[in-house]
């Protein structure tokens, strides 16, 4: 099984839907890893096309993986370890592809709806995934959510995570939670 992660964080959505790129936040880094490690994940890329936040992300990878931090928490460095910077998420694409010999399968996932945009259930990409189909690389945004044109160039789209109220309802959820709720869905062991 070959999934990987990318979190785009440029271009990405304001709520105007203008594009714009937001900063790379620690948690996001070290949460998503620690969870793409833990579904056993073949990596996260982390897409930026600012220097100065790969700058800022290769300072805490370095900290944990080389550092001080690598000895006071091994955990976090193994976590680290399958974390790459990508200044595009083309870039993500061509490196996956470059890996696996092959490209992957383009996954997006967003907060809404988007109609016209072909879909995959989770209980599909599951069996997909189980039946070794190839790389899969599962796109999340940061901000209000992935371009348009990100979406609509994807193979396929997964549907909204929704709460008790369903779609429509209450739906903010981050972007580390929602991506542990993902891999969970995907890679998970439970019902």
Do not use: C
Request: glycine share 12%; proline share 7%; no cysteine.
């Amino acid at each position: 099984m070959s999934l990987y992660v990318a979190l785009v964080h440029g271009p990405v959505r304001n709520k105007h839907g203008e594009p714009i790129t937001t900063a790379v936040t620690g948690l996001n880094l070290h949460d998503i890893a620690r969870a793409v490690t833990t579904y056993g994940g073949a990596g996260y890329y982390l897409v930026t096309p600012l220097a100065a936040q790969q700058a800022l992300v290769r300072r805490m990878m370095d900290h944990w993986r080389e550092g001080h931090g690598a000895d006071y928490n091994p955990t976090r460095k193994a976590a680290l370890e399958g974390v790459r910077i990508a200044d595009t998420l083309d870039d993500a694409v061509a490196d996956v592809a470059g890996r696996e010999g092959t490209p992957p399968r383009i996954v997006a996932t967003s907060a809404r709806e988007r109609p016209g945009v072909p879909r995959v259930d989770y209980a599909g990409l599951r069996a997909d995934l189980a039946a070794g189909k190839g790389p899969v690389l599962l796109v999340f945004g940061t901000g209000w959510g992935l371009m348009a044109e990100v979406l609509e160039a994807a193979d396929v789209l997964l549907p909204p995570l929704s709460g008790p109220a369903g779609p429509g309802g209450f739906n903010h959820l981050s972007v580390r939670s929602a991506v542990s709720i993902v891999l969970d869905r995907l890679l998970g062991t439970g019902p």
